[in-house]
C-alpha cells in the first residue's frame, strides 16, 4: 500500500485516495472539428508506461481534492507531487 | 511413534493439567502444550489424512511449518476449521475434530483411492474431467473434495484492525531479532518486535549455548523483559507478519490471549526481517508414515514441551546440525539406532550413536506408526534394516523468504548452504541471521546487533550501543545437498497433505509442465496449508533434474500474502453485520416507524417499504397504496433524494457542460428535468436541476447516486474547469424533504403555514415553512400533481406528522417506495440503473432536443456524434401492454416477432401490477424499439420456461400528455 503526501494534507495511506488514472490529457474539441479516432483515442488510449507514470489521485477521505503525482510504475515510488494545474517537474528520474 | 511424557523439562506447568477432547475421545495435556504435543505425549501417532489419497499423516513439523495436522476446533465459544494442532495453543474445553477422513482417522474409507494409486497421476483432473465438462463432474468432485468444515455460523468475533508507525520494525524474536530490536532500543527510536510464538526467544530454548554467559534461553527472556519496560518500544508476542506491502507497510495477524484475531497495519521507516529458517525433509522412499518427523521439532517437542516423541530413534541428515538434535533426544532417553547420514565424510567425532556415511533410508514400514526402516548405502549395496518408532529427519534449512520476496527483493541460489537467500533488495528492509543464510548463534547475534543499530540510525535516531551480544561458535552446519532416491519405484513424498510425489514432478516435466508456477498448478506442489514451506525447494530440485536445469535457473514461484493461514475473521476485523457500511436513516425515521411502516435498505437508506394496516399484508399494503395518490393525495418521505447545491459566477456555465440539457437559459424559479452523461455518452443520473438565483442552483441526483454525482461534478470541476468560479456541496443530510401528490395535493398546501406561493408545474420557490427555513418545489415522481417540501432536516419529523394532520379530511395517506415504484413506472418516468444500463444514451430513452439545439458543448457530447449513437437498432425505452393478468418478471427477454428461432431483442426492465389501471405494465429496453412502437408489434416476452403476448407500446399508461401534474 503506498504511502501518498498530499499536497494539502501530508502523508497519508492509500487507502484514503483514489487513483484517476493519467494526468495530462488534453481535452480534444471543439467537438465537430475531431475525428473519431482521435476521439476514441482521448476516450480509451493511454501511455501506460514502465517507468515513470503521470497520474491524478483524488484525496477522497481527505480534503477532497485532486492533485497530481508522478510515480513510477516498476518501483511504486511516489517520485513527486504537484497540484492540478501545475505543470509535471522536470528531471523525474526512477 | 509412541511419544511419552518426560518427567521434566519443556516450559509446560505439570501443575496445571487440562483436559481435552479429540475425535470423541478425552485426553489430558498440561498449559504450555499445543494440541499437537497434547497429542503426542499421549501417544496418538495420527492426526490427519492426506487430500488426495487419504494417507495416514503423524506430526512432521512443530509450528507454522506442519503441512498435515488439520483439526476443526471448538473452543471458548469459537470455532474454527483447519486449525493446525501445531499452532493451538491447549486450553480447557478444547474440543478437536480430525478432517478428511470417513469414519475415522485411523481407519478412512477414502484411502482406498491410495490403492488405486496409478490411477490418479498428476493432472488426473485436467485428464479425466474434460469430457464431456467440468459441469457434469462438479457435483461429485466437491463432495469428496476439502478438509475442515465450516459450521455456517459467522466466526469469532474479533477485535478492531489497528494501524501503527514505527521507525523499527523487527519480525521474528529469535537469536537475530532480539539482538536487533535491543540495539535499535538502545536511543529514541520507536521500536516494534512482533514474533509468531507466545514467548520471545526463537530457536533458542532449543540451544545448549550461553549468551553473555548466561543460558540461551534465560537470555532471551531477559532481554524481551528489557525491553518491555521500555516506552519507546511495543512487543508483539503472538503476532505472524503475514504480509509485506509497498512502501513498507507490513500487515501483521495478532491471536490475543483471550483467542481474539487483531489485524495491524504497520507503516514502518526501516524493517529487519529475522524471520529465520525452517528445516526441510529429504526425500527418499516412503517417507510419509507418520513417525517420520522433522529432527529440529523432535528437538522441539522435547525442549518445549517435555514430550519424547519416539524411544527408538533413526536420525537422517544430509547435515552437520542434526547431530545436536540427536544428542538432545539421546540426553531426554531416547535410544539413538544410527545416524544415517548421505555425506560420504560427516567428519562429526562426537556422535552419540553409530553413523551410517554415504547412505539413504531406502524403504519404511508401518502403517499407522513406523517400525522398521531399510537403510541402503547410496551407490547400491547390502541394506540394512533398523527397527525404530520414529525417524528424526534433516534435510538442511530453507531461510524464510517469504516477505523478503514479497517486497520485492530477489533472491539468489546459495551454493554453500543449498537454499535461497535475499539478495537485492528493493524497499526499506533488511534480512537478518537465519533469514538470510546466517545459522551459527554467534553469527546471528551480530547480524542482527549490527542491523539493529544501522536501522535505529537511518531513522535519525542516535542508538546507544548496548555492547554486542556474545556466544560460543557452534558445530559446522556442512551441507551436502540430497535431493532424492533416483532409481526407486517406491514413492518418494514432497508435499505431504496433497501427496505430491518424485514420479508426479518429473511426469508434470515429460508433460512440458516444466515452469515452476505450471508444476505448482498442474501437481498442486506447495498448494497445502504449509504454502510450500516444507516442500517447495526439494520440488524444485526434482524438476530441475528432470529437465537438465539448474535450480537457480527453475527458479521459485511466487511468494504471495498471507505467509500462514489467516482468518477470514481477521480480514474482517469489526466491519461486517451492522458495523459493515453505516445505516442512513430518514430525517423523520421515527415518525416512519410510528405509523408501523415496514423498512427496507434502499441504495444505502432505509427507507419505508409500506405502511401495512391491521390485518393487511405487504403485497396487500402496496397495492392499496399505489393506488391511492391517483384518486386523492398522498405523502412520500423524499429526503433521501440527493440535493447539491451549486453556486458561484460561473455555475450556469458549469452546469451547461456537466449537463446534458440546456442550463443556462433556466430562468430562476424554474425547475427542468436533465440527464447527466458521462464522457462516453453514457446516461449517468437524472434528477431535475432548480435555478434558486442567478449563481444558485439545486440539483436532485437519484438516492443512491448522489455521491457519484458529487464526485463526477467536482473532478471536472477541479481537473478540466480550474478557472471558473463555481462550488459544488452536497447538502442532502441538511434537508428533510416531504412530498404531497395527489389531485387533492392543492387543498392540503392550502393549509400550510407558509409564505410560499407554489408556481406552475416545475417550479419552486423559497421562504419560510412552518415558521422557519423552507422550500416549495413543484415536481412530481408519481405523475399526479406534486409538492415537495423541503426544511432543515431537524424539522422533517414535525413537517410530517403536520401534512398528516392538515391533510385528514382530504383522505391523505402515507405511501412507501414500492407504491412509488409502481406510480413512476406507470407514467413511464425511468430509474437509473434499472431501466437503464452502462450503454443507455439519451435518445434511447427518446430524449434528442438538447444534442439537437444545444449551442454549447457538454460532457459527452462528442460521443453522441458517433455512428454508434445512430444506428437505428438501439435498445430504447418502450412500454409493454401485457396480455394477462399476471405481471412479466423484470429481466424477461423480448422475442423478436415472426423470425427464425427465438432471437432476444431487449429485455424488460420494470414490471408490476397496476392497481389503477387493473392490469399489468412493463418498461422494457427493445432494439428499434420506437419503429416498433409506431407499427404497434406484438411481441412474446419470455422467462423462465413460459411465454406470455405483450403490445409494444409508448412508455406512459398514465395520462401521457401530462394534464394532471399541471392540474
Known amino acids: 500500500m503506498l504511502l501518498i503526501a498530499c499536497p494539502f494534507c501530508g502523508p497519508r495511506d492509500e487507502t484514503e485516495f483514489r487513483c484517476g488514472g493519467e494526468s495530462h490529457i488534453a481535452r480534444p474539441g471543439p467537438a465537430e472539428t475531431v475525428s473519431d479516432e482521435r476521439w476514441g483515442d482521448y476516450l480509451f488510449n493511454r501511455a501506460n508506461p514502465k517507468g515513470v507514470h503521470l497520474e491524478r489521485w483524488l484525496h477522497g477521505h481527505g480534503c477532497g481534492q485532486w492533485f497530481n503525482v508522478a510515480r513510477d510504475t516498476v518501483s511504486h515510488r511516489v517520485l513527486a507531487v504537484y497540484r492540478m494545474g501545475d505543470p509535471p517537474p522536470k528531471d523525474l528520474t526512477p | ?967
Not at chain 2, 529514541?188 to 548466561?214: C, K, N, Q, Y
Not at chain 2, 436533465?674 to 432548480?690: R, T
Request: glycine content about 12%.
Open chain 2, 1 to 967: 511413534m509412541t511419544g511419552q511424557r518426560l518427567e521434566s523439562g519443556g516450559t509446560i506447568r505439570r501443575d496445571r493439567p487440562i483436559a481435552f477432547r479429540f475425535d470423541g475421545a478425552t485426553f489430558t495435556g498440561f498449559e504450555g502444550d499445543t494440541l499437537a504435543s497434547a497429542l503426542l505425549a499421549s501417544g496418538v501417532s495420527v492426526m490427519g489424512r492426506s487430500f488426495r489419497y487419504h494417507r495416514p499423516r503423524g506430526l512432521w513439523g512443530a509450528w507454522t511449518e506442519e503441512p498435515a495436522a488439520l483439526v476443526d476446533l471448538s473452543v471458548g465459544g469459537r470455532y474454527e476449521p483447519n486449525a493446525r494442532a501445531t499452532l493451538v495453543p491447549l486450553e480447557p474445553e478444547l474440543e478437536a475434530t480430525s478432517v478428511n477422513r470417513w469414519p475415522g482417522l485411523r481407519f478412512d474409507l477414502g484411502a482406498f483411492v491410495d490403492v488405486l494409486h496409478p490411477l490418479f497421476p498428476a493432472g488426473f483432473y485436467y485428464k479425466t474431467f474434460m469430457k464431456p465438462g467440468w459441469a457434469t463432474w462438479e457435483e461429485s468432485v466437491r463432495a469428496r473434495a476439502g478438509l475442515g468444515r465450516v459450521n455456517g455460523e459467522a466466526g469469532a468475533p474479533t477485535r478492531t484492525a489497528r494501524t501503527a508507525h514505527c521507525d523499527v520494525l523487527v519480525i521474528g524474536g529469535g537469536p537475530a531479532g532480539l539482538a536487533a530490536a535491543r540495539a535499535a532500543a538502545g536511543g529514541e527510536a520507536r521500536v516494534m518486535l512482533v514474533d509468531d510464538r507466545p514467548a520471545f526467544g526463537g530457536s533458542l530454548p532449543l540451544d545448549a549455548a550461553t549468551i553473555d554467559g548466561h543460558n540461551a534461553e534465560a537470555w532471551a527472556a531477559a532481554v524481551a523483559a528489557d525491553l518491555a519496560t521500555r516506552p519507546m518500544v511495543t512487543l508483539l508476542p503472538r503476532t505472524t507478519a503475514i504480509g509485506y506491502f509497498d512502501h513498507d507497510l507490513v500487515a501483521l495477524a495478532e491471536r490475543r490471549p483471550d483467542g481474539r484475531e487483531r489485524l495491524w497495519r504497520v507503516r514502518a521507516r526501516r524493517v529487519v526481517l529475522a524471520t529465520g529458517a525452517i528445516e526441510r525433509p529429504l526425500v527418499f522412499p516412503d517417507n510419509d508414515r507418520p513417525g517420520i518427523m522433522a529432527a529440529s521439532a523432535a528437538l522441539g517437542y522435547v525442549w518445549r514441551h517435555g514430550v519424547l516423541p519416539g524411544a527408538d530413534i533413526v536420525v537422517v541428515t544430509n547435515n552437520g546440525g542434526a547431530y545436536q538434535a540427536a544428542r538432545a533426544l539421546a540426553a531426554a532417553g531416547a535410544r539413538i539406532k544410527a545416524i544415517v547420514d548421505t555425506r560420504a565424510t560427516p567428519g562429526v567425532v562426537d556422535a552419540v550413536a553409530e553413523v551410517i556415511p554415504g547412505s539413504i533410508v531406502t524403504r519404511t514400514q508401518g502403517r499407522l506408526g513406523i517400525h522398521h526402516v531399510e537403510v541402503a548405502p547410496l551407490g547400491g549395496g547390502r541394506a540394512r534394516t533398523l527397527a525404530c518408532d520414529l525417524v528424526a529427519v534433516s534435510g538442511g534449512w530453507n531461510p524464510s523468504v517469504h516477505l523478503f520476496s514479497q517486497s520485492g527483493g530477489k533472491l539468489r541460489w546459495d551454493e554453500a548452504i543449498a537454499a535461497f537467500v535475499p539478495d537485492r533488495s528493493v524497499q526499506n528492509e533488511q534480512s537478518v541471521g537465519a533469514a538470510r543464510g546466517v545459522f551459527d548463534l554467534a553469527a546471528c547475534l551480530e547480524d542482527g546487533h549490527v542491523a539493529g543499530l544501522a536501522a535505529a540510525a537511518a531513522t535519525g535516531h542516535a542508538a546507544r550501543d548496548p555492547g554486542m551480544p556474545r556466544a560460543q561458535e557452534g558445530a559446522p552446519y556442512r551441507i551436502e545437498p540430497f535431493w532424492f532416491v533416483p532409481g526407486t519405484r517406491r514413492r518418494q513424498w514432497i508435499d505431504r497433505l496433497n501427496d505430491v510425489t518424485v514420479a508426479d514432478v518429473r511426469l508434470a516435466a515429460r508433460e512440458n509442465f516444466a515452469s515452476v508456477e505450471h508444476l505448482k498448478r498442474y501437481t498442486t506442489l506447495g498448494m497445502g496449508t504449509d504454502q510450500g514451506k516444507t516442500s517447495n525447494v526439494n520440488g524444485l530440485a526434482v524438476l530441475a533434474a528432470a529437465t537438465g536445469r539448474a535450480i537457480p535457473d527453475v527458479g521459485t514461484t511466487t511468494f504471495r500474502p498471507p505467509t500462514t493461514p489467516t482468518s477470514f475473521a481477521a480480514f474482517t476485523a469489526l466491519r461486517r453485520c451492522a458495523l459493515h457500511a453505516p445505516t442512513r436513516r430518514l430525517p423523520a425515521h421515527h415518525a416512519h416507524a410510528r405509523l408501523g411502516a415496514v423498512f427496507d435498505e434502499y441504495g444505502g437508506w432505509q427507507r419505508p417499504a409500506c405502511y401495512p394496516r391491521a390485518g393487511e399484508d405487504r403485497a396487500a399494503a402496496i397495492r392499496r397504496e399505489a393506488a391511492h395518490p391517483r384518486r386523492a393525495v398522498g405523502l412520500f418521505d423524499a429526503s433521501s433524494l440527493g440535493k447539491v447545491e451549486v453556486t458561484g459566477p460561473d455555475a450556469a456555465r458549469f452546469l451547461d457542460l456537466m449537463i446534458y440539457n440546456a442550463i443556462g437559459n433556466l430562468a430562476p424559479g424554474r425547475v427542468r428535468y436533465a440527464l447527466m452523461l458521462n464522457e462516453n455518452g453514457k446516461v449517468f443520473d437524472d434528477g431535475v436541476v432548480a435555478r434558486l438565483g442567478p449563481e444558485r442552483f439545486l440539483l436532485s441526483p437519484s438516492s443512491s447516486h448522489t455521491a457519484g454525482v458529487v464526485a463526477a461534478l467536482e473532478e471536472w470541476r477541479q481537473c478540466e474547469y480550474l478557472d471558473m468560479k463555481v462550488r459544488v456541496e452536497d447538502v442532502t443530510a441538511a434537508w428533510g424533504t416531504v412530498a404531497v401528490t395527489g389531485p387533492r395535493a392543492h387543498a392540503v398546501l392550502d393549509k400550510l403555514e407558509t409564505d410560499i406561493v407554489p408556481g406552475p408545474h416545475m417550479s419552486v420557490a423559497e421562504g419560510t415553512v412552518l415558521g422557519a427555513l423552507g422550500r416549495i418545489a413543484r415536481v412530481s415522481y408519481t405523475g399526479e400533481a406534486g409538492f415537495e417540501i423541503s426544511v432543515p432536516a431537524g424539522r422533517a419529523d414535525a413537517l410530517w406528522d403536520h401534512l398528516l394532520a392538515l391533510g385528514e379530511d382530504e383522505g391523505i395517506a402515507p405511501f412507501g417506495l414500492e407504491a412509488l415504484m409502481i406510480l413512476r413506472m406507470e407514467k413511464g418516468y425511468i430509474l437509473i440503473g434499472i431501466d437503464t444500463d452502462g450503454n443507455t444514451e439519451p435518445q434511447d430513452l427518446g430524449m434528442t432536443g438538447p444534442l439537437r439545439a444545444k449551442t454549447v458543448d457538454f460532457v459527452g457530447r462528442r460521443s453522441l456524434l458517433r455512428p454508434d449513437s445512430r444506428r437505428t437498432d438501439r435498445l430504447e425505452l418502450v412500454g409493454l401492454a401485457v396480455e394477462g393478468a399476471e405481471p412479466i418478471p423484470g429481466g424477461a427477454h423480448v422475442l423478436a416477432p415472426g423470425g427464425r428461432g427465438e432471437r432476444s431483442i431487449g429485455h424488460v426492465s420494470s414490471s408490476a401490477f397496476s392497481p389503477s389501471l387493473g392490469r399489468p405494465v412493463a418498461l422494457a429496453m427493445v432494439e428499434g424499439g420506437r419503429a416498433r412502437q409506431t407499427a404497434g408489434e406484438r411481441v412474446a416476452v419470455f422467462s423462465r420456461g413460459t411465454r406470455v403476448m405483450a403490445r409494444i407500446v409508448a412508455p406512459a399508461f398514465v395520462d401521457p400528455e401530462g394534464a394532471r401534474l399541471r392540474d
